[in-house]
Every structure is written in C-alpha cells, then in structure tokens.
C-alpha cells in the first residue's frame, strides 16, 4: 500500500509561480519506480504533466518543457513539481502518481487556478 500526501496548490496570476510536493509513505522494502504529476482540466481528460524514475530521467508533456521541473528525493519518497511562468490554461486538478511494485497509487489532488 501506498499513501499519497499532496501539498502546494493554489491561486496565482499568469507568470507566476507554484511549487507542489507529493510525500509517499510505503509499507514495505520495496522502492517506487516512477513517480509524476498528471492534471485534469474540467471538462478533460487527465493528462500527463511530468514524470520521473528512480534513476532520474524524466519526461514532460509538450505544454510543460521550459516551464516546469519535476525531481525527486528517493531517500524520503517525495516528487515536487516546480511551476514557472504559469498560464490560464494551467489551471486543474494536480495528481500525485506513483507506480510502486507494478500498481498505479493516486494522490486525491490539489487544485491549481491561474487567473490572467
């Protein structure tokens, strides 16, 4: 099992900034494989936002190269997502993903609104 604690949403204008962290808590000695952010706009699917392996590498979605910056710190299982430059059409629901032994965890999200 997996538990999933977000934090860092908010209301910001255009061109601001916003910072969110997921903090997983695991029950046994197993290490998370990747962890992400994904978002969902009303009226939307969710849609990938970043990801990132145990390793390091990492992966974006189009609409976030340049703007955003995922990393991690696997000694204390945490993702952040650091948000720049954000624009309206940011704004939704954040998840938290993980994938730990082969299963998919979801955090309960935190919502992100971007007024222009």
């Known amino acids: 099992q997996v538990r999933l604690v977000e934090s860092g949403g908010g209301s910001v204008q255009a061109g601001g900034s916003l910072r969110l962290s997921c903090a997983a808590s695991?029950?046994?000695?197993?290490?998370?494989?990747?962890m992400g952010w994904y978002r969902q706009a009303p009226g939307k699917q969710r849609e990938l936002v970043a990801a990132?392996?145990?390793?390091?590498?990492?992966n974006y979605a189009d609409s976030a190269k340049g703007r955003f910056t995922i990393s991690r710190d696997n000694a204390k299982n945490t993702v952040s997502l650091q948000m720049n430059s954000l624009k309206p059409e940011d704004t939704a629901v954040y998840y938290c993903?993980?994938?730990?032994?082969?299963?998919?965890?979801w955090g309960k999200g935190t919502l992100v609104t971007v007024s222009s």
């Open positions: 993903n993980v994938v730990y032994i082969g299963m998919d965890y």
């Open positions: 695991v029950t046994t000695i197993f290490s998370i494989n990747t």
């Open positions: 990132i392996t145990r390793s390091g590498s990492t």
